[in-house]
């Protein structure tokens, strides 16, 4: 039965990896030669010690540094150590009677150490047999909080090679002879013991190992309570601001008020952020994929272990109601599953080159360090679509969420890191323009994925062409169509319209507010859809309610604009069949927050403002057509092609339509499905580049190609 650990580790305690018998009560003995020959010399079982550098109380992402013989002095978090080093049935914590600043400063001397040597000798000196820097496990301890304190904290010992008959030890007479030494027999020296039965130490804790003491089990991930402060995660932490105060106000859409500053992070916390990302990519990339899949299905698991708190945290980001939320967050999870089992499909190709000694062959490479600028409708989505292939392919990630809903980004970038994922892999940087242009300009920063606007795109495209040349995925929004032919099923088209429509307020990128409908049946879908719009006006408010369809507009500015497109409709000459005006629910909380009705339009034309320009709102446009080539041709009249959609039975007259609709996705009998594994994205001024699907995957690794030619004599034209 693994034990939970309810215990916060900090600066400057110790960790033992502790090992008993199966068979045996005695703390003497272990289960192999070496083991048993340093249970000898310390009697006790006790044979490894680690310092903990940073601390907190989900064990597996406590860091450690520690003497390992084939890495030497290393920093890793506590599960990855007990996978390197835990030769262990449990691990025991201690906390140092000392004051705070000597455990600081002996966690900062650890940091100095990383990299040097492992000491294989127990002798005093910190030196290998080469005379180089060098550390046994309790060596560096002691070395540590000795340069943190100025004095000697833990006593020396004489060490002791001989069994209890009191003759040497076969391993250690062998040991030491192959390292051309004599056994140093009372020589002054240290042990893990020692260290844990000073009167310096205090047992706080212990934990025990599973999987025969190779892994930790991970303590379930838990969302903070406070989840507002903080905002910018780098290297594996929230971090404060470095943006000289500039800060802007979230504005909860659900509520009208404020919910909490969000930090501006500057040009300089981008570069750590950057940096952060580069020192930790080589560590990352370096698995293979099948390794990183294994944490990638982890986070999968992890967020719908979650998916109430996430949800939650997304209907106070963006305003959508909690059942959307939570397809939101679920969906994501399959995201992560999907590219987890990906992973280690990212390989090259071998092609042969005619006769037995040519051939060739291509790698997929990662990236290196990708940087991504997310939007404001799928938050907790949006990140996820553009991180998890890239990590699937290796790369480390900076992302910049959007200013109108900063927080479940940063959610899933401590998720992930409490899964496994090294520490700087993905990093969270808060702000507006400023924050996009440093992070697009970063000359560490090989490639860029935006979602968001045209105008904006365009100047993601120039900024990412400026420093260095680096590739973008564009994803731009639309001004997509549903057409209802004559024979479609009308019930269903209205259904499909509706979610063509009112998912998120309106606020899709794919959204069909122009829908196009035969004039044998208008009259029929009107009425029907009416009907239904009708019932969902009843269902607008609180999003945190199970009840309520349709929640809040993501912000003030927004629903002005929304309720600007509706008057100029109706002054064009539109007319307003439904909706599309304020509304404020009953309960004080929400009273104040961004609410609209769902709104019908009809008696358009194709020149209106409405029907020309994306609304990203709950505003559905009925245009009658008379055939055929007059629906194509005014659904494809548009400089956008995200998405389109139609309704018909007849599946020959839809193969052919879907054809000839300049969109990146048509939906046909259906709309706003979704699945990770089919590729979305957009044409003409909706952009390009792909995501989900094995195509996303393409856009974050790189090819190269490598001739090779194994002939005896390589034959020269000259």
Known sequence: MEKETKLWLKEGDLVFWVKKSSTATSDTISSSAFEDAVVAVGANAVYHVALVVGGGQLL?????????????????????????????TYLEFFAADLSVDVRYQSAQAAFKKLGAAYNDVFIETCVDLKGQEAYYCCQLVRKCYEEAAGRAIFPTRLLNFRSSEGELIEYWVSYFAERGLEVPENSIGSHPQQLRDSVLLRKIGEHRLSCLGRTLTMARYVV??????????IAGARVKPSGGGR?????????????????????????????????????????????????????????????????????????????????????SADTWDFYGGLAP???????????????????????????????????????????APALACGNAFVYKPSPLAPITAVILAELLTHCGIPKGVINIVQGEKETGEALCLHSDVNKVSFTGSVPTGQAIMKMCATRNIKPVTLELGGKSALIVFDDADVDNAVVGAMLANYLTQGEVCTNASRVFVHKSVVKEFTDKLLTEVKKLATKV???????????????????NKVLGYI?????????????????TPSADEVKEGFYLSPCVITDTNDTMKVVREEIFGAVLLIIPFDNEEDAIERVNNTTFGLAAGLFSRNMRRAY???????????????????????????????????????????????????????????????
């Not at 903070?224 to 995660?233: I, R």
């Not at 008057?567 to 509304?583: C, H, N, Q, Y």
């Open 60 to 88: 597996e992402a406590v860091e450690v540094v520690h003497a390992l013989p084939s890495k030497g002095v290393v920093r890793q978090t506590l599960s990855q150590a007990a996978a390197d080093g835990g030769a262990g």
């Open 224 to 233: 903070p309570k406070d989840v507002t402060s903080a905002l910018n995660f």
């Open 247 to 331: 800060s802007f106000t979230f504005v909860e859409a659900r509520t009208g008020k404020a919910l909490c500053e969000v930090p501006t992070s500057d040009e300089k916390q981008v570069d750590e952020a950057v940096r952060a990302a580069k020192a930790a990519y080589p560590e990352w990339a370096a698995l293979s994929g099948l390794e990183r899949g294994k944490v990638m299905h982890k986070v999968a698991e992890t967020i719908r272990e979650n998916v109430e708190q996430i949800a939650y945290w997304e209907v106070r980001s963006n305003g959508k109601s909690i059942t959307e939320a939570r397809i939101d967050i679920l969906s």
């Open 345 to 387: 499909t990212v390989v090259g190709e071998h092609m042969p080159l005619g006769g037995p000694t040519r051939y060739a062959y291509t790698r997929r490479e990662p990236l290196g360090v990708v940087g991504g600028i997310g939007a404001w409708n799928y938050p907790f989505q949006t990140a996820t679509w553009k991180i």
């Open 656 to 718: 052919q339509v879907a054809a000839r609709l300049n969109a990146g996705t048509v939906f046909v009998n259906t709309y706003n499905d979704v699945d990770v594994a089919v590729p979305f994205g957009g044409v003409k001024n909706s952009g390009f580049g792909r995501e989900n699907g094995m195509a996303a995957l393409q856009h974050y690794t790189s090819i190269k190609s490598v001739y090779v030619d194994t002939s005896d004599k390589l034959e020269s034209p000259f």
């Open 567 to 583: 008057d100029s409709a109706r002054k064009e000459g539109a007319t307003i069949l439904f909706g599309g005006e304020r509304v």
């Open 541 to 559: 408010g609180d999003p945190l309610l199970d009840e309520t369809r349709m929640g809040a507009t993501i912000c003030q500015d927004h629903m």
